[in-house]
């Protein structure tokens, strides 16, 4: 399996958001749609969720529209956008609470908004620390970067800053509240590689998931793929959440006497990975019929006579961070097993070191060019 950069890049027009509106709960979540008139606030209706003008957290930069032709091919929170032609670095100041464990999504649709095709280039900086470059090469694609953070103190700044290639600007801000005993870390931060629901086509977020995590499809040739739908009431959730919706598909090997095999190959062979598998038996297996199998890591045994239960979500990850020229996870049925290894969904992440505490606040505000 392929895997793509360290990054999600979400083309939402290709997304397929299936619809399913339900009441549930957005506190812990907030939702700032960049270049929204002051005082507007609205709801998504494909999402469901509750989007705030960024008048509040921001006075600098000028307020964007996307070209109207783009508009049915994306949500309304991207619509507008705000731009930077001034000041080397512009920063959104927003309130979080200390301590708490946010899942930070920025989101950039440049939509030739300004008429002139200019792709710009420019870093994205949370709090002192540069997160990354956020380079624009298409201009009806939106880029989507997240990261699980732990801000020390009681406000977080996202800042873009200028590096003269063109207009900073930004399209939405999202941050997720999450529970501080899931996606730990030996140390640093946890940025997107990918997430994938592994036995589907098709893109889910809130209010499939609690949590509003991106899942995107998978490319479903290289294996065959199973799907059972199973209603969210009838399964058993652990603290990770993944939707029904997502651990309704699995994937199985084409050939069911092979091993499964997931693998990438890091952009660099130094990057930390921390990996999340998520099962849960989709079938109903006869009395004679048994699923087991191992999973090994680079050759290496890693976990040990895996057996999904029916309806119940299990989630095996990795408690330390994992690098190489290639990752490559294997999942081998056990000699006493009558069927092949499944698995239903997969989020990898990469580890982030900031240098800098929340507390050095030389690069957090505006700044005008010299």
Known sequence: MGMSRSFLVTF????VLAVLIQAQDQSGFISIACGAPAGVNFTVPNTGLNYTSDANFINTGVSRTIVPELRDQFLQNVWNLRSFPEGQRNCYK????RGSKYLIRASFLYGNYDGLNMLPKFDL???ANRW???????ASVSLDFEIIYVPSLDYVHICMVDTGLGTPFISAIELRTLRNDIYETEFGSLETYTRVDLGSNRGYRYNYDVYDRYWSGADLDTWRPLNFPIDADSLVQNDYKPPAVVMST?????NVSAPLVISWKPDDPKDSFYVYLHFTEIQVLAKNQTREFNITLNGNPWTENISPRYHSVNTI????GISGEKINFSFVMTETSTLPPIINAIEIYTVKVFPQPDTYQRDGMPRKKK
């Open 125 to 127: 900086l949370l709090g």
């Open 12 to 15: 939402l027009g290709c997304l």
């Open 317 to 320: 990850y990795s408690t330390s």
């Open 132 to 138: 990354l470059t956020v380079n624009i090469n298409n």
């Open 250 to 254: 699995a994937i199985t090997p084409a």
């Open 94 to 97: 927003i309130n979080i609470t």
